[in-house]
């Protein structure tokens, strides 16, 4: 039996209007991006705001560095001296933005409040690139009821989060160019003093492909590549050799960006894209081949105000713990869990 449909009268609707600050046919701003702005500069924390929003950390990082890609400029920086000794705020770029939204959005009778309560932080907030005994390593600290957040932005995100005390460990793997180190030349020149960096692990790192690699295909464009995110280590990494190389601008696919190295290696078995750079353990679980190029290290950055709690003491021991393990892909060191800054 088919039912009528109501007639719908014109009092039935409603009218809602969308704001977008546009530049030709491109989107610059949408009303999201202007709430997390607004929400930043209410409460001074992307954490918070993401949570309040009711989106991923990591999308609102993304939303973050998008904007400020095209618009060519800052919207936010660290604050000194806010609570837990940091927090965010709009840049003067930021303000001017978030002002000229709002002008629009007054002219069109659209408010927007919000009310800031008390945002709940986990015991250990764990920020950075994505590693999948990491993962591991948390797991076990909730099982020991410890609360962890976890939130794979990068190691460049990582460390600027430390830096807006939103972190409280990051997880990094970066390589230094001129001094070939990993890690520590970044930590000493970011933070003189207040945050401390401790030995992790290290990684086998290469090229995951379903069929059949070479450089040359990828760089003469016959290869897609699934290309990790701007600010990651393993991103920092595929530049350099494509740069070396000077086929950067004739990779197909290089203006893709993976948050992880499960969702780059997904889009590979999938078909999506040929190869991806990513580590061994994660290269093998998607049923991929692997073309090892080195091992890097794996560090962790950490709040020096953590460094006398309980949760980060079990974060110690659950790391050192895998000291004896043996692990495809992982080599751990003597002074796994040692401080070295």
């Known amino acids: 039996m088919v039912t009528a449909s109501r007639h719908v009268s014109i009092d039935d609707l409603e009218v809602k209007l969308e704001i977008k600050l546009m530049r030709g046919n491109s989107v610059i701003m949408d009303g999201l991006t202007a709430d997390l702005l607004r929400a930043i500069s209410s409460s ?7 949570k309040l929003l009711g989106i991923p950390y990591a999308k609102a990082w993304r939303m973050i560095t998008s904007l400020e890609r095209r ?22 770029i930021g303000v001017k933005l978030l002002n000229f939204f709002e002008e629009i959005e007054e002219r069109f009778g ?20 994505h590693d999948l005994l990491l993962e591991g390593i948390l797991g ?3 099982g ?33 160019s001129r001094s070939m ?20 692990y290290e990684r086998e790192i290469g090229w995951a492909y379903r069929d059949r690699f070479s450089i040359d295909e990828l760089i003469s464009g016959k290869l897609r590549l699934a290309n990790r995110n701007k600010g990651s280590g393993t991103r920092i990494l595929i530049d350099r050799i494509l740069s070396e190389l000077g086929g950067r601008a ?3 696919g290089y203006r893709s960006e993976y948050f992880t190295h499960s969702s780059a290696c997904e889009a590979v078995a999938r078909g999506r894209a040929d190869v991806t750079m990513t580590i061994r353990p994660i290269a093998e679980s ?29 974060f110690l021991r659950e790391l050192t713990s895998k000291k004896d393990f043996s692990i495809a892909g992982y080599r751990f060191p003597e002074d796994i869990g040692a401080r070295i800054l």
Do not use: Q
Request: aromatic share 10%; glycine share 16%.
């Open 181 to 200: 180190n990993y890690n520590v030349p970044f930590v000493r020149e970011l933070f003189p003093m207040g945050v401390a960096l401790f030995r992790g």
């Open 140 to 142: 076990g600290l909730r």
């Open 250 to 252: 004739s990779v197909r």
């Open 110 to 129: 659209i408010n927007k409040l919000f009310r800031f309560g008390g945002v709940e932080r986990a015991d250990l907030v764990v920020m950075g690139s």
């Open 286 to 314: 998607f049923g991929l081949r692997f073309s090892a190029i080195g091992w890097e290290r794996y560090d962790f950055a950490v709040k020096e105000e953590i460094l006398e709690k309980e949760a980060f003491s079990e």
């Open 44 to 50: 001074g924390s992307i954490l918070a705001s993401a």
């Open 144 to 176: 020991k009821g410890i609360s962890v957040e976890a939130h794979w932005i990068g190691s460049c995100g990582g460390l600027l989060s430390l830096s807006l005390g939103e972190a409280d460990i990051a997880g990094i793997h970066l390589l230094d």
């Open 71 to 92: 618009i060519g400029g800052k919207v936010i920086r660290p604050r000194r001296g806010g609570a837990g000794g940091g927090g965010a705020e709009l840049t003067e």
